[in-house]
């Protein structure tokens, strides 16, 4: 059974540009969470979907948002990208609506440069 | 609000002796923790979860201990193995409700 893919790997993307990340959770999962992580703020949630609705949003600007597809796949997208973008994004899924259970993939690490 | 605390950011340990790896908890409504491992270069991967009904659960060489009346989470990992170091953080949730909030980590170095 396949984990949390997410694609691509690693980016690199200059000031100003917008960037999308994608996640394909396990399969049956239908709930897809993303979450930064940078070395002095740690995980940070960003948002939370199951079945294509939004369920959670952390504290992010509006230049962070994201959406999930019929089939779990789920991408965020970055407008306007800032040095302080540059982070890894992880990306979780869980099988129901609650957040139990909750594996994640090996990130995208996103460098603006 | 929620908040997730560790207690030591770095813990060295000696090949084959046990570690234990502290978390403290601010909301007292959370009754739901996961504690994840984390390598270099990889993402957060699922050790082992417990409920707010249970104050023990054990896993293949690791035990998470749960004290819901001072809020202190505890991962104890047995006989420590070189494969083992690596970061670890807890993250707590509202019956798997609310997002999961994680503490800063800890650093796991085992010393051969």
């Known amino acids: 059974k396949a984990g949390v893919t997410q694609t691509p790997r690693y980016l690199i993307k200059t000031r100003g540009q917008q960037v999308t990340l994608s996640c394909s959770p396990i399969?049956?999962?239908?709930?897809v969470s993303w979450y930064q992580q940078t070395p002095g703020q740690g995980l940070q949630f960003l948002f939370e979907?199951?079945?294509?609705?939004?369920?959670n949003k952390g504290n992010f600007p509006g230049r962070f948002s994201g959406r999930q597809f019929s089939n779990s796949r789920s991408e965020m997208n970055v407008s306007t990208l800032e040095l302080g973008d540059s982070a890894l994004y992880l990306c979780?899924?869980?099988?129901?609506?609650?957040?139990?259970?909750?594996?994640f993939g090996q990130g995208t690490r996103l460098t603006v440069v | 609000g929620e908040s997730v605390g560790l207690h030591l950011p770095t813990l060295s340990v000696q090949e084959g002796d046990n570690s234990i790896i502290n978390c403290a908890y601010s909301?007292?409504?959370?009754?739901?923790f996961i504690w994840y491992k984390q390598e270099s270069g990889k993402g957060p991967q699922f050790i082992i979860d417990?409920?707010?009904?249970?104050d023990k659960r054990q896993g293949q060489r690791v035990t998470v201990l749960l004290n819901k009346t001072v809020k202190h989470l505890s991962l104890q990992i047995a006989a420590t193995q070189p494969g083992d170091s690596a970061v670890y953080f807890c993250?707590?949730?509202?019956?798997?409700?609310?997002?999961?909030?994680f503490g800063k980590g800890t650093r796991l170095s085992v010393i051969a």
């Open positions: 993250a707590e949730s509202l019956s798997g409700n609310t997002p999961l909030v």
């Open positions: 909301n007292s409504a959370s009754d739901y």
């Open positions: 979907y199951f079945s294509e609705t939004q369920r």
């Open positions: 979780a899924s869980s099988r129901g609506h609650q957040n139990t259970e909750a594996f």
């Open positions: 417990i409920r707010s009904n249970m």
């Open positions: 399969s049956g999962h239908r709930s």
